[in-house]
């Protein structure tokens, strides 16, 4: 069976990429979680899937360009219900504390919009709570994980893809072929672009299979015979039901 992967935490129980939303995929068994970092103009590594704080707080700005105090003060919680009101944006190190003995802990490095040591930072973090061999960095930005594999070529990438220019890109090179060039890990690609014949492909190459974002009993059934390694989902409460009704 897959592993089920908690998007952004439970995020249609809790504010995304919140520490209530992490909590609840704890609380409801899934395997780990995926996550997204940015660094603040301060430099502290952040938790928001957004470059800008703007759909998900009170507040409005880039990340980049707002210190860890301005975000800190901004309200992430009453966007999605006012049972929620005055959760904070967390921190990478705060998130790690609450899910470092998680199977699978699947950070995402937003690609910088400005020149920064966010990979290396990550790479620190992932040292400083003793995760290496239970997480795994994902980018959509081939060159980040290129940048990983340099400071660390033991610890677990995964490229990340959909549908667009760099997507049509990957597949028409093949994926496993672009993955093995970058010595990436896994594929994480938007579920809808695989197929059987492209897992086996990875498979056969020793790379795992990590698709986004799977919800439906349909889908989770399919790519489950499919043999993905891992389901990354916004329901995981769900992903885990049905997997247990199969099993």
Not at 132 to 146: A, G, L, Q
Not at 219 to 238: E, M, N
Request: glycine fraction near 6%; charge should be negative.
């Amino acid at each position: 069976m897959p592993l089920v992967l908690s998007h952004r935490g439970a995020n249609k129980r809790a504010p995304q990429n919140t520490l209530p939303a992490f909590k609840k995929a704890i609380e409801f068994n899934a395997d780990g979680i995926e996550t997204d970092v940015h660094l603040s103009k301060d430099g502290e590594i952040v938790i928001c899937h957004n470059y800008t704080v703007d759909a998900t707080s009170n507040g409005t700005g880039s990340i980049d360009e707002m210190t860890f105090a301005q975000l800190r003060r901004l309200d992430f919680g009453s966007y999605f219900s006012q049972d929620f009101k005055g959760v904070t944006l967390p921190t990478l190190s705060e998130v790690l504390e609450l899910v470092k003995n998680m199977n699978l802990i699947n950070i995402e490095i937003k690609p910088p919009q400005k020149d920064n040591d966010l990979v290396k930072r990550v790479v620190e973090e992932i040292y400083k709570f003793g995760i290496e061999k239970n997480s795994i960095i994902s980018c959509f930005n081939p060159e980040c994980i290129r940048q990983v594999k340099e400071i660390d070529s033991g610890l677990k990438t995964g490229l990340l893809y959909e549908r667009g220019e760099l997507g049509d890109e990957i597949m028409s090179f093949g994926v496993a072929k672009y993955c093995k060039q970058l010595n990436a890990d896994a594929a994480h690609p938007e579920h809808v672009l695989l197929s059987q014949e492209v897992i086996d492909d990875l498979h056969k190459n020793n790379i795992k299979v990590n698709p986004w974002t799977v919800n439906s009993r349909e889908d989770i059934i399919k790519y489950t015979s499919w043999g993905c390694d891992a389901l990354i989902s916004d329901v995981p409460d769900f992903c885990l039901q049905v997997l247990k009704e199969i099993k």
